[in-house]
């Protein structure tokens, strides 16, 4: 037996054909949404200013390979962090992974 799947995107805001989604995320917490062309140039738009000024993430996709070393800025970034936090850091060797995904849910902001 075949089985034939369509999906069909429908613009989240307005109705209608969806030309693409675009995945985003604030404060830790990534969204989705299906927009239309226009749709999609006035979120681009909106965010251009935020996006000029701020970092990127490096995001690894599901079942992807781990990135390069971290910045070592960075990683002093995130230690001074961690100690003001009173999270558990040495001064030196590897930081646990759950104090870099706090340090990153508090400070990422992607498009």
């Known amino acids: 037996m075949v089985q034939r799947v369509i999906t069909t995107l429908e613009d989240d805001v307005v109705g209608g054909e969806a030309a693409e989604t675009?995945?985003?995320?604030l404060d830790g917490q990534?969204?989705?949404?299906d927009l239309?062309?226009?749709?999609?140039?006035l979120l681009r738009d909106a965010?251009?200013?935020w996006i000029g000024?701020?970092?990127?993430?490096?995001?690894?996709?599901?079942g992807g390979r781990k990135p390069a070393r971290t910045d070592p800025a960075q990683i002093q970034a995130i230690?001074?962090?961690a100690q003001e936090q009173g999270l558990p850091?040495?001064?030196r060797g590897r930081i646990p992974a759950s104090v870099k995904d706090?340090?990153?849910a508090g400070h990422a902001v992607t498009a």
């Open 47 to 49: 965010l251009a200013h």
């Open 22 to 25: 675009i995945t985003f995320a």
């Open 36 to 41: 239309n062309v226009g749709n999609a140039e």
């Open 89 to 91: 850091v040495s001064n």
């Open 53 to 62: 000024s701020a970092r990127r993430q490096v995001i690894i996709p599901a």
């Open 102 to 104: 706090a340090y990153q």
């Open 30 to 33: 990534g969204y989705e949404i």
């Open 79 to 81: 230690r001074a962090w």
